[in-house]
């Protein structure tokens, strides 16, 4: 990730930190991770299940316009990642819950600031919005 950029004062020169730098794959560890929890569905999938285990159609409730084949692909990927764990009980039919590792769990803080700003900020990107789009009109 190339990025070129000034900051002042106490704000962090993101493209100096070691997330930024190139690993010698092709790849850096801020993108692997934006990879990982950079859609909306993964994400609404780590906060529902944060405070815990859920079984599938729970969380397809609790998550407001995914489709059944998209939690699928993305329970698989935060799986696969080791964000999430599946638990199968042998019933019938079997009962399988989803849950939070450790790490899925440690990601929470992270996402939690980046929510924190969202509410600090929102209102300035709507005005943001606001005064370039009715800008573009005239």
Known sequence: ??????????????????????????????????????DSWSLLTIINLQSGPRRFNVLRRMIEGISQRMLTVTLRSLERDGLIT??????????????????????????????????NNRDHLRAARKAFDEAKVD
């Open 86 to 119: 599946r638990t199968v009980k042998p019933t019938s039919p079997p009962e399988v819950t989803y849950a939070l590792t450790e790490i899925g769990h440690s990601i929470a803080v992270p996402i939690g600031a980046l929510g924190e700003w969202a509410v």
């Open 1 to 38: 990730m190339s990025i070129h950029a000034k900051t002042e004062g106490k704000t962090p020169l993101l493209a100096t930190m070691p997330a930024m730098e190139w690993d010698g794959t092709g790849s850096c560890p801020m993108r692997e991770v934006l990879d990982l929890i950079g």
